[in-house]
């Protein structure tokens, strides 16, 4: 009498279809959630609105914000013009595509906000853009 081996007959099977579904769905709630955490922190102002806004395409690696006071912010971090323009040096001999984004209250002086991107331009940052509102 012949006695058959369950074990040897009866091949495990791996389902990985699932498993992939699975996966692709977690890959795509991700992709979707960190879309809404990325928000930029800066200094709340009143920025001006303008109708024909665009967004810049090149990467900002530092906020800066003139608020109607006359103080200036780096980030977070308040300091004077001219520690300001140190460190923005220092940072722009560190990266090749370094960029800026201004905020500037809406109700500051014209010529003050000038006046700093001048400034900007003879410490030799060029790569700069003013943040606004899009009405």
Do not use: C
Request: aromatic share 8%; glycine share 2%.
């Amino acid at each position: 009498m012949k006695f058959s081996n369950k074990r040897l007959t009866k091949q495990p099977s791996l389902v990985i279809i699932p498993m992939i579904d699975i996966m692709f769905f977690l890959l795509v709630f991700f992709m979707l959630s960190t879309m809404y955490m990325v928000t930029l922190h800066t200094i709340p102002v009143q920025l001006p609105t303008v109708q024909n806004a665009t967004v810049a395409n090149k990467t900002v690696i530092l906020n800066v914000t003139l608020q109607r006071d006359g103080s200036v912010w780096l980030n977070q971090e308040k300091m004077t013009q001219e520690a300001l323009f140190q460190t923005l040096q220092q940072k722009m001999s560190h990266h090749i595509n370094f960029s800026l984004l201004i905020s500037a209250d809406k109700n500051i002086n014209y010529g003050q906000v000038v006046k700093f991107m001048d400034t900007l331009h003879s410490v030799g940052i060029n790569n700069f853009a003013l943040s606004v509102e899009k009405t």
